[in-house]
């Protein structure tokens, strides 16, 4: 008679444990979607921040750059991203005209098949 008894133990504890797996793996699952996706989103803002500073360090350099953005308004900048960046999109484009700075507002878009929101930097280039 102890035996059957056991049994059903044996069974109950089986019945919660997979109750609590089936419960905890969904949770486990969303948070590394999450974490995955910080990591995306922190990538995504060095590489604005990539652009921005190479704009400013290279500035006479890329001078086709600004006379493309003076006339057109907004520049697709990508080949300035390295080989890191290559799965992201980079767009400039100049948010306010004014004499002495270049107002730029820096898009980056991710090209994969997540669905990730864009990331937007602004800057102040002085002209010269």
């Known amino acids: 008679m102890r035996k059957g ?6 069974l109950i504890a089986l ?19 999450g974490f995955s996706l910080a990591g995306r989103k922190a990538e995504m803002v060095y590489a604005a921040e990539t652009v921005a500073e190479t704009i400013m360090a290279n500035r006479d350099e890329l001078e086709d750059l600004f006379i493309q953005l003076e006339e057109h308004g907004e520049v697709d900048v ?18 306010e005209d004014n004499e002495y700075l270049w107002n730029i507002k820096i898009i980056v878009n991710y090209n994969g098949k997540e669905s990730i929101s864009d990331v937007e930097l602004q800057a102040s280039i002085p002209k010269k």
């Open 5 to 10: 008894a056991i049994f059903m133990d044996i």
């Open 15 to 33: 019945f919660l444990l997979g109750l609590g797996t089936i419960t905890v793996f969904p949770i486990l699952n969303t948070s590394f979607k």
């Open 78 to 95: 990508t080949d300035l991203l390295t080989d890191n960046f290559s799965k992201y999109k980079c767009q400039i484009i100049n948010t």
